[in-house]
């Protein structure tokens, strides 16, 4: 019973990216997962983003051209949108650590 309620808790801290999607895994994702693999809308709670994830990635997006090191706009918005909840984000796209580099406290979990 303990294992099964940290394992809920843990799951409305995560978000999940589309690449552990189409492996089949579910729970929250963001509405960007959702368009690129539209069969896990029925089993995935969905997150949109607000104005301050935008913000939040146009900044992430300058940073990280400076660095020379850019990744997609809709991958730093997913990002966003998970830092600036609090959530883990669960993916198997490691270009997502780079952010690390800018926001050290960004909680990512390669799988």
Not at 24 to 37: A, H, L, N
Request: charged share 30%; net charge neutral.
């Amino acid at each position: 019973m303990a294992e099964k309620d940290e394992r809920e808790r843990s799951q409305k801290n995560t978000l999940l990216d589309t690449s552990v999607l189409i492996e089949g895994k579910r729970g929250m994702t963001s509405i960007f997962s959702i368009i690129e693999f539209p069969i896990a809308i029925n089993d995935c709670i969905v997150l949109y983003p607000e104005a301050l994830d935008f913000e939040l990635a146009v900044r992430i997006a300058g940073e990280l051209r400076k660095k020379g090191k850019p990744i997609g706009g809709i991958d730093t918005i997913i990002a966003s949108m998970s830092i600036n909840r609090g959530y883990t984000l669960v993916t198997r796209d490691s270009h997502f650590s780079i952010i690390k580099e800018i926001i050290p406290d960004f909680h990512l979990k390669l799988v």
